[in-house]
């Protein structure tokens, strides 16, 4: 029998727990492709004396980081205990002490992902983080390996959960969005401080990963323009159904020559997308290659054992790469410079919800602007005049740069006849 | 500079010329993630005087195969040129002198994979197989590499895009079957002998490879239960759709405890499963592991630049190994025996449609076959009575054994009341 490969994991939280679970009941499995025994030996946690999941051995636990970082027979660290600064610390050093790491951590990745893998691959060491986007589906493998031959020109994702199980509730029972969100609350969908789903945070980190790695460019979650989903109405929605539309939180990230974008915002997906029929708390990637054309990979997006199947995939890969002997050579570093797209360079179709006065030659100046900046309309209602002497317009634009819309939406609020933009999104068809 | 890998390719069919297409126009990208140049040094064809794509150097063209196999220069042969007991002949040649093999051929895959793979790992050999099953989509990486610490318990494929596009068209444009099969055949998305597709032994052979692999055990296509979708009728969806069901040629795989089932068969899925809305010619494989939950993969299934893409990452993954020095030692040997269900433990709701006699009591004689076989109903619709004293009794049945299923219906055959049992077929609903 070879030597077992020792674990060392960083947190025992819900994606810790599945870990230890998986670990021990799928033994057999790991054993089979591996050809030796995986044993976790220290597990760090913050508190002794909390009460731990059966399957853990308490004599385990440590609450000392120094009893795994400098274990010499630890082979690999996981990291799933979260935060940003400590951790990368924690793993900084494990990595110099040729110990690999296998990390569920987006936040880390997003904003030193680029500085850890260069110091894995100085030090011979694997760092995979497959758990770090989209939690149980393998997506960042699809984008290397089973996309290794293309040219990978759009990626779009439902990377957020809460948000998307928020919409799906919001739009299939015609609620509001607070109402929901106490919902999500309540089922443990959301935080207490839901600030980072609903406000495209937790999302923007994803995207600057994917985009990363889809493109081979050095992507900074400074460069991913969010906007969050907390303005949306149930009003708007409805509107989206009469159109063939379904509201997502969509992380946007596009390629053009050289140039490429990335975003997350809310936008109306025609109905016939692929991404549309993804409900609830599950994510989705929809990948388009020169090559390849449209892909999409789904599945669920967080929870402990499906990240935890990430996580051990991942560990899998090490552990396979250690047999090999062959570690720290997967990091590729990227291959083109970094280049953003201006905003006259980013188009895409809007909707927009506005009302006016409900007055003749208000419709003509309202168009007019648009005219201006070269913007036709794809869907026009006018619909019937409200209360308070107020007419509401819905309008789907024909492609237009972010520049131009932005212009428009500022000389919309500056005329007279506008009394409010209540709503703008972006809206992505079938075709790209 | 690095030594140039040097690649032999069989075949310059559709597929071929991706691959010739994708290797010229992403060298770059290859370069960046190898280190080395790829070169395709020869390439077999049946005849030296076709006119053959811009791309391709007519200097590389060769009607002798040996001029391939033996060419000590060559490093990797890539095989696209279909057909089994020849094919077979010749990878086995080149696994012997030590070439790694890429193959797109589900047919030979699914007759002679175990062979092939044991051949290669003998021969310290690479042989990769991504592009044999649902061509663009990276869905055996996703089931080996990507789910590799989870136990898979259920596989659902719509693996064949030709019965894709003929149910959805049938479905969304209430046509019957042979005038679609002509279209299709028109479009190109059917072959003039359209048997292979329509009767379900290509998708049979593509659910043999996945369910090889995804339960690790050696699954023969002999094992894989097949149904085709010729008959099936524009009236039969019409009936669907009012229940909430889409209808699906489904590969079906599934185990429980160590017995697995492999089928395929025309499916109602309920119209909210993830593989309800893959489209036309689309194909999409749905993965249910124990830890991860749902999961689905999906994409282009055939067509020449799709699954020239899985065919180079493919050529992608044999060289990394290659620069690596580490080929030959992916192939994993079954981890289970082969066990297969008895019909008396395959379960399954089903859709049955019957025109009886319109007469008292015909009912109850009906139901108390079912009942017999301890069979409950989950839907009934009693239809309006129809010409020549008919009426027609659409059931949806709780589960049932396979055993019961043939049993009922070869009762309900031999009851004089019922003047034919229209259509059978399987439900499957969102959850399983």
Sequence with gaps: MMKAIQIGLLGLGTVG?????IIKNHQDKLMHQVGCPVVIKKILVQSLHKTRPSEVDPALLTSTPSDILHDPEIDVVIEVMGGVKETKEYLLSALRQGKHVVTANKDLMALHGSELLTVASENGCDLFYEASVAGGIPILRGLVDGLASDRITQMMGIVNGTTNFILTKMSQDGLNYEDVLKEAQELGFAEADPTSDVEGLDAARKMTILATLGFSMNIELDDVQ???????????????????????????????????????????????????SVQNEYNAVYVYGEAVGETMFYGPGAGSLPTATAVVSDLVGVMKNLRLGVNGRSAVTPQYPKRLKDDNEKYSKYFLRI????????????TSIFAKYGVSFEKILQLPVK?????????????????????????????????????AYRVVRKSI
């Design 387 to 423: 209360k308070n002497e107020t007419s509401e317009i819905v309008l789907v634009t024909h492609k237009a740069s972010l520049t131009n819309y932005d212009a428009i939406l500022y000389e919309l609020n500056d005329l007279p006849a506008v009394k409010e933009v209540k709503s």
């Design 17 to 21: 727990s599945g870990v230890v679970k």
């Design 226 to 276: 969010v906007k969050g989903i907390s303005n949306i109405t149930e009003e708007d929605l409805r509107y989206g159904k009469q159109l063939g539309y379904t509201m997502k939180l969509l992380g946007y990230a596009h390629r053009e020559g050289e140039k490429v974008e990335v975003s997350v915002q809310p936008t109306f997906l025609s109905d016939n997308h692929p991404l549309a």
């Design 355 to 366: 009302h006016v006065q409900d007055e003749v030659g208000v419709f003509a100046e309202l």
